[in-house]
């Protein structure tokens, strides 16, 4: 049946609103006085906003935008987290500087049209499987909205008692994983379709090549009186292949390259949906070398030409990977360990799915020499191969990320698909019933997706009216640097952790410190944490409330900042352990005998150009021992000072 792009573009389309609900949110808190900035989904979007705002800026690929610290001839930088996952950045960038657009708005519309992009190539695939425009809507949707709920998290937790409501679509996170996460469900279906065009009933949508002779599936249409007929080995059976049709099939050619093209996106945009993609793949090659399809020779041979074209794609990113910074193992927090993860949800999924395809075959509604059969086993391998591949390679990479951001819409895809063939095959379904069944199946998703802005959106909204108060002033900054050739090199102590952070999406000048500032290859870990201690120092900070606030008040802005992120949560790694009062306490010492050794140690302090700090006229005494402030320039909330050395 030929699809009816339709009913994918309004999966699409309800999955961009979904995208935008949480701007929306912030339009309603603001009522009427929003300023123009965007509201984040995930409090990390601040440093992938920065790193875009620099390139839109027309910064270079390896530019910190919190120090200011570019590549320069004569000062080659590192290769940061962000530098190497340069695709996604990029490719919003570009049409961005080309139109106008700023960082806010790049944010907003890259995050609703990936998301749309990523449900419509879910509807292609499940449309190619089943031939059911209807049903293939309704399983986009199921796929990405149930994406929190199939990792174990999302607004089940609340409503359930037994967590909270964290976090919002996962995959909406802009741009990464939002953007790799089109490639990856686009890659998906693309290496269907090379695997089952040309294969009646045409699996793949795609009619036989002209001169071609094609593989016939053991799907359910086929034709068994011709099939009884026809001998094996001839025209019109089931085994005929005509021996070298591959090489004379440019839609195949066609499909591999689109094929590695994606993989080569998701290369150099996120490594957990590169490193799941690549999983799948090779899942995928062994299932047909065991499933043993009809055609598989053929099919094999288009495996291994994509294998290797992919390939070229990890070696220049393994070379860039052997040039990054010290600071991005520092903050990565690899775990050498060959224990296995055999419980997290979409591992638990993937099981399901299996036992699930089993109980199917037994009971003859599907088979499993079926190239649909195969291709669901190899989807739910690829979930529990990424969990553990440490077993194999003793190396574990934070996890989490695989089960938030891919692993768990993966594990959701092979149920779909493995649904989708029982779909394909069964009596009746154009039914009017069967038809208001799926039509319901759709409306439960729309509205689950309702529940999971309403719940997990929330938590957000009071650091996302703070960023849009502080919006002026940061605009007021960028007015100033065009008059300023050397504006990135202008330090601004920010006062407020969360609109520091967000501070380089609005302007170029650096910042004193931020809590994504150690994610760039700008400075040190050591560098991160004296910058650190002068920003408590100018804040007015004692040891005593450092470590009070750290023991007992749960400032983990401090934890992060000075011990690293895997001491604030037990989520990023295996081997997470508690902080202890005693270290601390160390700590505590540490940043005590820094600022009493400050006046000797002046010519190692960042030196500061602006202030911002807020207008109910809290200027900390410590700021004024050290600088001479202008009358200022108020903004709403905030007020921005230039400093003067005394």
Same mark, same amino acid.
Request: glycine share 8%.
């Given at each position: 049946?030929?699809?009816?792009?339709?009913?994918?573009?309004?999966?699409?389309?309800?999955?961009? @609103?979904?995208?935008?609900?949480?701007?929306?949110?912030?339009?309603?808190?603001?009522?009427?006085?929003?300023?123009?900035?965007?509201?984040?989904?995930?409090?990390?979007?601040?440093?992938?906003?920065?790193?875009?705002?620099?390139?839109?800026?027309?910064?270079?690929?390896?530019?910190?935008?919190?120090?200011?610290?570019?590549?320069?001839?004569?000062?080659?930088?590192?290769?940061?987290?962000?530098? /190497?996952?340069?695709?996604?950045?990029?490719?919003?960038?570009?049409?961005?500087?080309?139109?106008?657009?700023?960082?806010? =708005?790049?944010?907003?519309?890259?995050?609703?049209?990936?998301?749309?992009?990523? *449900?419509? &190539?879910?509807?292609?695939? @499940?449309?190619?499987?089943?031939?059911?425009?209807?049903?293939?809507?309704?399983?986009?949707?199921?796929?990405?909205?149930?994406?929190?709920?199939?990792?174990?998290?999302?607004? /089940?937790?609340?409503?359930?008692?037994?967590?909270?409501?964290?976090?919002?679509?996962?995959?909406?996170?802009?741009?990464?994983?939002?953007?790799?996460?089109?490639?990856? $469900?686009?890659?998906?279906?693309?290496?269907?379709?090379?695997?089952?065009?040309?294969?009646?009933?045409?699996?793949?949508?795609?009619?036989?090549?002209?001169?071609?002779?094609?593989?016939? %599936?053991?799907?359910?249409?086929?034709? +068994?009186?011709?099939?009884?007929?026809?001998?094996?080995?001839?025209?019109?059976?089931?085994?005929?292949?005509?021996?070298?049709?591959?090489?004379?099939?440019?839609?195949?050619?066609?499909?591999? %390259?689109?094929?590695?093209?994606?993989?080569?996106?998701?290369?150099?945009?996120?490594?957990?949906?590169?490193?799941?993609?690549?999983? =799948?793949?090779?899942?995928?090659?062994?299932?047909?070398?065991?499933?043993?399809?009809?055609?598989?020779?053929?099919?094999?041979?288009?495996?291994?030409?994509?294998?290797?074209?992919?390939?070229?794609?990890?070696?220049?990113?393994?070379?860039?990977?052997?040039?990054?910074?010290?600071?991005?193992?520092?903050?990565?927090?690899?775990?050498?360990?060959? %224990?296995?993860?055999?419980?997290?949800?979409?591992?638990?999924?993937?099981?399901?799915?299996?036992?699930?395809?089993?109980?199917?075959?037994?009971?003859?509604?599907?088979?499993?020499?079926?190239?649909?059969?195969?291709?669901?086993?190899?989807?739910?391998?690829?979930?529990?191969?990424?969990?553990? !591949?440490?077993?194999?390679? *003793? !190396?574990?990479? !934070?996890?989490?990320?695989?089960?938030?951001?891919?692993?768990?819409?993966?594990?959701?895809?092979?149920?779909?698909?493995? $649904?989708?063939?029982?779909?394909?095959?069964?009596?009746?379904?154009?039914?009017?019933?069967?038809?208001?069944?799926?039509?319901?199946?759709?409306?439960?998703?729309?509205?689950?997706?309702?529940?999971?802005?309403?719940?997990?959106?929330?938590?957000?909204?009071?650091?996302?009216?703070?960023?849009?108060?502080?919006?002026?002033?940061?605009?007021?900054?960028?007015?100033?640097?065009? +008059?300023?050739?050397?504006?990135?090199?202008?330090?601004?102590?920010?006062?407020?952790?969360?609109?520091?952070?967000?501070?380089?999406?609005? &302007?170029?000048?650096?910042?004193?410190?931020?809590?994504?500032?150690?994610? $760039?290859? *700008?400075?040190?870990?050591?560098?991160?944490?004296?910058?650190?201690?002068?920003?408590?120092?100018?804040?007015?900070?004692?040891?005593?409330?450092?470590?009070?606030?750290?023991?007992?008040?749960?400032?983990?802005?401090?934890?992060?900042?000075? $011990?690293?992120?895997?001491?604030?949560?037990?989520?990023?790694?295996?081997?997470?352990?508690?902080?202890?009062?005693?270290?601390?306490?160390?700590?505590?010492?540490?940043?005590?005998?820094? /600022?009493?050794?400050?006046?000797?140690?002046?010519?190692?302090?960042?030196?500061?150009?602006?202030?911002?700090?807020?207008?109910?006229?809290?200027?900390?005494?410590?700021?004024?021992?050290?600088?001479?402030?202008?009358?200022?320039?108020?903004?709403?909330?905030?007020?921005?000072?230039?400093?003067?050395?005394?």
């Amino acid at each position: 049946m030929k699809l009816r792009w339709r009913f994918g573009i309004i999966a699409g389309l309800f999955l961009a @609103i979904f995208s935008l609900y949480p701007q929306g949110k912030l339009l309603w808190n603001r009522d009427g006085e929003w300023n123009g900035h965007y509201a984040y989904n995930d409090i990390d979007e601040v440093a992938y906003a920065s790193y875009l705002k620099a390139l839109i800026d027309g910064r270079p690929r390896k530019n910190d935008p919190y120090t200011g610290r570019d590549e320069e001839p004569g000062k080659p930088q590192p290769e940061s987290l962000f530098s /190497i996952q340069f695709a996604a950045p990029y490719t919003i960038a570009l049409p961005a500087r080309l139109l106008g657009i700023d960082a806010p =708005w790049a944010m907003t519309i890259s995050g609703a049209v990936a998301i749309f992009l990523t *449900g419509l &190539a879910i509807f292609w695939l @499940i449309g190619m499987i089943t031939g059911d425009s209807l049903y293939a809507m309704a399983d986009a949707l199921i796929v990405i909205v149930f994406g929190a709920l199939f990792a174990g998290e999302g607004a /089940i937790g609340e409503i359930t008692g037994w967590g909270y409501s964290y976090p919002y679509f996962p995959g909406f996170r802009r741009y990464l994983p939002a953007m790799a996460m089109a490639a990856f $469900f686009f890659f998906v279906p693309l290496v269907w379709k090379l695997l089952s065009s040309g294969s009646p009933p045409y699996e793949g949508g795609v009619a036989p090549a002209s001169g071609d002779e094609v593989v016939l %599936s053991s799907a359910p249409e086929v034709d +068994s009186a011709a099939q009884r007929t026809t001998p094996a080995g001839k025209p019109g059976h089931p085994s005929f292949v005509r021996r070298g049709a591959f090489f004379r099939s440019p839609h195949a050619a066609l499909l591999i %390259s689109l094929s590695a093209l994606c993989f080569g996106y998701m290369v150099f945009s996120y490594f957990y949906i590169w490193t799941t993609a690549a999983a =799948w793949l090779g899942c995928l090659l062994v299932c047909w070398l065991v499933g043993r399809p009809e055609g598989f020779g053929r099919d094999v041979k288009r495996l291994v030409i994509l294998g290797v074209g992919c390939g070229v794609f990890v070696v220049p990113y393994a070379w860039m990977l052997s040039q990054r910074s010290t600071t991005m193992d520092e903050v990565q927090l690899l775990v050498h360990t060959h %224990s296995p993860d055999l419980w997290r949800m979409p591992s638990l999924i993937s099981c399901g799915v299996l036992i699930l395809i089993a109980v199917f075959v037994v009971s003859g509604i599907i088979r499993l020499r079926e190239r649909g059969t195969l291709f669901a086993i190899s989807l739910a391998l690829s979930v529990i191969a990424v969990f553990n !591949q440490q077993v194999i390679t *003793g !190396q574990a990479l !934070q996890p989490i990320h695989y089960q938030v951001f891919i692993g768990n819409y993966v594990a959701g895809l092979a149920l779909i698909v493995t $649904f989708a063939l029982v779909w394909r095959g069964l009596e009746g379904r154009e039914a009017r019933h069967w038809r208001m069944a799926i039509a319901g199946l759709a409306a439960i998703a729309v509205m689950w997706g309702i529940v999971e802005c309403h719940y997990t959106v929330r938590i957000l909204d009071d650091v996302n009216i703070a960023r849009d108060e502080a919006f002026p002033v940061g605009k007021r900054m960028a007015e100033i640097a065009r +008059s300023d050739p050397d504006a990135r090199r202008r330090t601004v102590l920010y006062v407020g952790t969360a609109e520091a952070d967000d501070f380089p999406t609005l &302007a170029p000048q650096s910042v004193l410190w931020a809590r994504h500032q150690h994610l $760039f290859a *700008g400075v040190t870990w050591q560098e991160n944490k004296e910058r650190y201690y002068q920003q408590l120092y100018y804040q007015g900070v004692t040891p005593l409330q450092l470590a009070e606030g750290m023991k007992h008040e749960g400032d983990i802005v401090s934890v992060i900042a000075l $011990f690293g992120w895997g001491r604030h949560t037990d989520r990023l790694n295996s081997e997470y352990q508690p902080l202890k009062f005693a270290e601390v306490d160390e700590e505590a010492q540490r940043y005590a005998a820094y /600022i009493a050794d400050l006046d000797t140690r002046r010519p190692e302090m960042v030196p500061l150009d602006y202030l911002i700090a807020p207008a109910d006229g809290f200027y900390p005494d410590n700021i004024n021992k050290w600088y001479q402030r202008d009358a200022g320039e108020t903004f709403g909330k905030y007020t921005l000072f230039r400093l003067t050395p005394r």
